[in-house]
């Protein structure tokens, strides 16, 4: 049983026009689905087709070489008014069914494939529901104003013992369940290294080295490189270690050097005009440039942006401290192990690292006032 996902995007497996060497098909009936259109993505980025529904109806078909997750989305959902959210993992030579209720819930059926995913589907809605119950009455209890780091302090506490139900009982089935294809698509629930091998191990022969390994080895791989990058990040972003210089153009296209700050406690603000939560905290960051303005200095980063949008960024947001441009073919991330955005590196004066802080988090104004309110 699937459920609808309130929020900015529609998420589904493809919907194409039939093609004559068609080994994948898919139907979908869903009530109160008013797009009349949905465009199909094979993962979130490369476009496939845009395909036309008909009173929450449509079907889609492909010539798959290998299984892969779709994501089919209406153009409302593409600009963010979207509030209809579906997945699936597409296999050559199955069939699929959707139906039931955009607004609310749907089931998957078809083939042996679909039969058993449909069974990982509510093994994952069960194993999920406390949890997610949990941090929604965390938010709930935000939203009424309790304080953010209580509430953070409480979940640290408590999350651990429910994410361990959740996962026991994962694998709980997998293990009465080795011969099921579609526990393999449950590699998505995971980013830990650890519990993917753990799930791996579970697996039959058949389903370990058949053809759903050529959707589940690579987020195997992805985890891999993730976990080698916060280790990498865990020391040059650590306490103590200097922080590497670089020369990047200003904003007038001018050299910068982070070493010409030397002297002065630096903030190394990795950001970009794309990332919501950076733009969120530009209020905050502008607060406290002010509040100890001549105690420090903020060196924004811009990344994986055009030079157009980042200029436009600064000059909507009237940022007023240093910025520079990060281009493509730049070291900077690599060195710094930038995994996230934002990132803020706080630096002393002798060039020295004092903390790192990964996104929008009030530990960094709590940080700002220990260093810099002396």
Request: charged share 30%; hydrophobic share 40%; glycine share 6%.
């Amino acid at each position: 049983m699937k459920t609808a996902i309130l929020s900015a995007a529609l998420m589904l497996a493809s919907t194409v026009a039939m093609a004559q060497k068609s080994n994948f098909q898919l139907k979908v009936d869903l009530k109160n689905f008013n797009s009349d259109s949905v465009l199909v993505y094979k993962g979130r980025n490369v476009k496939m087709d845009t395909v036309l529904v008909k009173n929450g109806k449509f079907t889609y078909s492909a010539n798959l070489g290998k299984a892969a997750g779709y994501v089919f989305l209406s153009p409302e959902a593409y600009r963010g008014a979207g509030q209809f959210m579906f997945n699936l993992p597409c296999v050559p030579g199955e069939k699929a069914e959707v139906k039931g209720d955009a607004k609310t819930r749907f089931d998957i059926s078809g083939s042996k494939f679909y039969q058993q995913y449909h069974e990982v589907d509510v093994l994952l809605e069960n194993a999920n529901k406390e949890l997610r119950d949990y941090e929604a009455s965390l938010n709930q209890r935000i939203k009424n104003g309790e304080a953010q780091q209580t509430i953070m302090t409480e979940y640290e506490q408590k999350a651990p013992a429910l994410q361990k139900a959740k996962d026991d009982k994962i694998f709980d089935f997998v293990k009465q369940h080795p011969d099921y294809e579609a526990c393999a698509t449950i590699f998505e629930q995971f980013d830990d290294v650890s519990k993917m091998e753990k799930l791996q191990s579970l697996l039959s022969e058949n389903v370990k080295n058949g053809r759903m390994k050529a959707f589940y080895q690579p987020m195997i791989d992805m985890a891999k490189k993730r976990a080698e990058a916060e280790e990498k990040a865990k020391k040059v972003q650590a306490a103590g270690v200097e922080a590497p210089d670089f020369t990047l153009k200003d904003i007038k296209g001018n050299d910068f050097k982070l070493s010409s700050l030397r002297g002065k406690i630096v903030v190394l603000d990795f950001w970009g005009s794309w990332c919501g939560w950076c733009i969120k905290g530009m209020p905050k960051m502008k607060e406290y440039y002010e509040k100890y303005k001549g105690k420090f200095e903020i060196l924004g980063v811009d990344c994986n942006d055009t030079e157009a949008k980042w200029k436009a960024a600064v000059e909507k947001h009237q940022l007023p401290w240093i910025h520079v441009y990060n281009p493509k073919d730049s070291k900077v991330l690599s060195d710094y192990a930038v995994q996230g955005f934002p990132t803020k590196i706080v630096i002393d004066a002798n060039g020295k690292i004092i903390k790192t802080i990964v996104g929008e988090d009030p530990a960094f104004y709590t940080l700002l006032d220990e260093v810099l309110g002396k």
